[in-house]
């Protein structure tokens, strides 16, 4: 065997190679960077109440602000303090969020417009914020007290409500902004008047679970409670309150689960969205049966939506999306990561490259036949006859009878035909499975049609291939034989 040689073409394939193997590992590398960015990681999303407005923190601690309706960015906001909790003014106009670390923390209120901080409370820890969908004004929670204050009147005294030994775990204002409901650890669920803060009930659920996430139905008859009940942890559930019969009832749930994003009223009064388990799962919000629909994004983790307006947004890996509330679909993309690498060319290139090794080595292996003289591949590198297999195959049939050769002659057609059906079966493998991609057909479907049609494509090859092998030989045979 000839020693290997520094040659051109050996030193291009080579780059070649490095070049497919830098193509492929730059997106990916890329991808995984951006994955684990936290400036890409959406940790709280929220909207006002007349849908017109979305904000979401992300994991850098900045504040984006988009309007709904164009899907224009409004503003971005760099808040010091990373808290998951933001709430959205009525009208879009103000913002809360946590805006400083101390002993207890401080809630501030952004002017959207001009990104600079209009108001400051202090509150506990464990604050929580929403505002009226009605009126100019907020509730802020904190251990066992919650203010209503007003967004516009800074002198105006708040409104308090005393929740004596419990602590708010959740707080939502009625459509008609005179009720607010608040969820606290020890008594359930509990309403309350906001305009005077008297208690409406005593306790509308209070059966030792704790609510973090209220939701009232567009028409204000019903509340829709995830809560984790006391007896059973792990066990989240979303409970919906008839608040004229006081009557409950659970909703279906999922897989057991571990985690819990969010519960929302889409606009409209169609549906119930639930977020569990990074999946967004919708309920008819009149039978409480779960809806089947196109949900592209596998991770989703957060949902808002606001009291009116055409849309709600849903924030998953792939972005921040708004989707239309009656039919579902997606009306805007306000934020998204990099596209996902394409790797076609690549494949391409791949497969040019193989090509290009393949016929090299063919090349250098190539030799010529000692008795026809024609250049053949030898079936293997170290092969010792210096005949092409033609000849071989012609001198072997010398020493047959006539049967002998006609069973080698059957022998040698049907394993043609089986090397025929493995090829058309291992080739139909990667087209089945692009053909189900992109087409959605079932796998077995896919993969005959993609065998069917690989067999179609090589016995027209075989049929071309021997129609121009039958005329080069009619051309070439009087030289041979003369
Ligand atoms: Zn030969």
């Not at 003014?89 to 952004?110: I, T, Y």
């Not at 967004?280 to 983790?301: E, I, K, N, T």
Request: proline share 5%; aromatic share 8%.
């Amino acid at each position: 065997m000839a020693a290997r040689r520094f040659t051109l073409a050996g030193l291009m394939l080579t780059v070649w190679a490095v070049a497919l193997a830098l193509g492929y590992a730059v997106p990916m590398w890329r991808a995984i960077e951006h994955d684990v960015d936290p400036a890409n990681r959406v940790e709280a999303l929220t909207m006002s109440a007349d849908g017109a407005t979305v904000a979401a923190r992300f994991g850098d601690g900045k504040l984006r602000l988009w309007n709904a309706i164009s899907g224009r960015l409004l503003n971005t906001i760099a808040v010091p303090f990373q808290s998951s909790r933001i709430a959205l003014a009525r009208d879009g106009r103000l913002v809360a969020a946590e805006s400083d670390v101390g002993v207890a923390a401080n809630v501030a209120l952004w002017d959207v417009a001009t990104g600079k901080v209009v108001r400051e409370f202090a509150a506990a820890p464990e604050w929580l914020i929403e505002f009226s969908p009605t009126e100019d004004r907020f509730a802020l929670a904190g251990g066992s007290t919650v203010f209503i204050h007003s967004t516009t009147d800074e002198d105006a005294a708040p409104v308090c409500v005393q929740l004596g030994a419990s602590r708010a775990t959740a707080i939502a204002f009625s459509p008609d902004g005179q009720t607010l409901a608040v969820g606290t650890d020890q008594s359930g669920v509990r309403l309350f008047d906001s305009t005077t803060g008297a208690g409406r009930q005593r306790s509308i659920s209070d059966d030792g679970s704790v609510a973090h996430a209220l939701a009232f139905s567009p028409d204000g008859q019903r509340l829709a409670m995830s809560e984790w009940p006391r007896s059973t942890p792990f066990s989240h559930r979303v409970r919906m309150l008839n608040l004229r019969s006081a009557k409950t009832q659970t909703l279906p749930r999922g897989d057991d689960f571990m985690w819990y994003e969010g519960t929302a009223y889409l606009p409209g009064g169609r549906f119930l969205a639930v977020v569990q388990n990074n999946e967004l799962r919708l309920f008819d919000a009149s039978s409480h049966q779960p809806v089947g629909f196109d949900q592209a994004d596998g991770m989703v983790q957060g949902i808002a939506a606001g009291r009116r307006g055409p849309l709600f947004a849903v924030a998953g890996h792939s972005g921040i999306e708004l989707r239309d509330c009656q039919t579902l679909n997606v009306k805007h993309v306000l934020w998204s990561g990099p596209p996902p690498p394409n790797f076609v060319f690549l494949g391409v290139g791949y497969l040019l490259w193989i090509v290009a090794i393949g016929w090299r080595a063919a090349r250098r292996y190539a030799r010529t036949c000692q008795t026809c003289g024609r250049r053949y591949q030898p079936l293997r590198r170290n092969e010792v006859s210096t005949d092409c297999p033609d000849c071989r195959e012609r001198a072997l049939y010398d020493t047959l009878t006539a049967e002998q050769i006609r069973l080698a002659e059957r022998r040698k057609t049907r394993h043609g035909l089986l090397r025929l059906v493995g090829f058309c079966c291992l080739s139909a493998l990667p087209l089945g499975i692009v053909l189900r991609e992109t087409i959605g057909l079932r796998f077995w479907l896919a993969y005959v049609i993609a065998a069917l049609a690989a067999l179609v494509a090589f016995v027209a090859c075989g049929i071309a291939y021997l129609c121009i092998a039958r005329r080069t030989s009619s051309r070439v045979a009087p030289r041979g034989n003369s």
